[in-house]
């Protein structure tokens, strides 16, 4: 089993315990409605250029909220069966839908907390951290960058996974998967921040993310 399969079961279970009307990480969004992004992700290509361009951003909107007003229970049917076989991410889906399914599975275990609270994190397999290490350092490429720092990922264990941005250096350091969620702009997470004080004051206020 993939580390995106992996993720993918284990966020069923998740949102087949919690509801469909538990809160999330997405702002405005309930399970119910991250749930049916899921599966029009996977199951309506149309709708893909409208998560990435403002302007056909209105009608991805309209097809998922048409999708969340169907069965709880089939929409997850339809997640927890994967890409169908017209889908582009059917032969993808290790690669494309790894950060999607755990990012989103801790969107819904975090979802209501605290931002600024103290979190323990789930253990994860280790062949799931493995592959999370890829994920971690591309996204921060993307949402780092323009950051005025040198932000290093670094792992407890003293691995470093990437070095983005330039600057005083930070390093910020955590299990794979809370550099994961870090580098997705999600709180709480569990990492720390060592380097200079204004420089650190910059990436902890930065609104980096997607």
Same mark, same amino acid.
């Given at each position: 089993? $993939?580390?995106?399969?992996?993720?993918?079961?284990?966020?069923?279970? @998740?949102?087949?315990?919690?509801?469909? +009307?538990? &809160? @999330?990480?997405?702002? =405005?969004?309930? @399970?119910?409605?991250?749930?049916?992004?899921?599966?029009?992700?996977?199951?309506?290509? +149309?709708?893909?250029? =409208?998560?990435?361009?403002?302007?056909?951003?209105?009608?991805?909107?309209?097809?998922?909220?048409?999708?969340?007003?169907? +069965?709880?229970?089939?929409?997850?049917?339809?997640?927890?069966? /994967?890409?169908?076989?017209?889908?582009?991410? *059917?032969?993808?889906?290790?690669?494309?839908?790894?950060?999607?399914?755990?990012?989103?599975?801790?969107?819904?275990?975090?979802? =209501?907390?605290?931002?600024?609270?103290?979190? $323990?994190?789930?253990?994860?397999?280790?062949?799931?951290?493995?592959?999370? *290490? /890829? &994920?971690?350092?591309?996204?921060?490429?993307?949402?780092?960058?323009?950051? &005025?720092? *040198?932000?290093?990922?670094? $792992?407890? +264990? /003293? *691995?470093?996974?990437?070095?983005?941005?330039?600057?005083?250096?930070?390093?910020? @350091?955590?299990?794979? =998967?809370?550099?994961?969620?870090?580098?997705?702009?999600?709180?709480?997470?569990?990492?720390?921040?060592?380097?200079?004080?204004?420089?650190?004051?910059?990436?902890?206020?930065?609104?980096?993310?997607?």
């Amino acid at each position: 089993m $993939t580390g995106a399969q992996e993720e993918r079961a284990a966020l069923v279970r @998740t949102l087949e315990k919690v509801g469909p +009307d538990a &809160p @999330t990480l997405c702002e =405005g969004w309930t @399970t119910r409605d991250l749930l049916a992004h899921l599966v029009v992700r996977e199951r309506r290509p +149309d709708t893909g250029p =409208g998560i990435l361009i403002p302007a056909l951003a209105g009608y991805t909107e309209k097809v998922r909220a048409k999708a969340a007003e169907r +069965d709880f229970g089939d929409l997850l049917a339809d997640l927890a069966s /994967g890409p169908p076989l017209y889908s582009p991410f *059917r032969l993808v889906d290790r690669f494309a839908n790894l950060a999607e399914m755990f990012v989103h599975h801790e969107d819904v275990l975090r979802g =209501g907390v605290d931002p600024d609270s103290d979190w $323990t994190p789930r253990p994860l397999s280790a062949s799931l951290e493995k592959e999370l *290490r /890829g &994920p971690a350092a591309s996204m921060a490429r993307m949402t780092l960058k323009r950051i &005025p720092a *040198r932000v290093t990922l670094r $792992t407890p +264990d /003293g *691995r470093d996974l990437v070095s983005v941005g330039s600057g005083d250096e930070v390093v910020v @350091t955590g299990p794979v =998967g809370e550099l994961v969620l870090f580098v997705f702009g999600r709180r709480p997470v569990a990492v720390t921040f060592s380097g200079a004080d204004a420089a650190v004051a910059a990436v902890r206020e930065s609104s980096h993310g997607l």
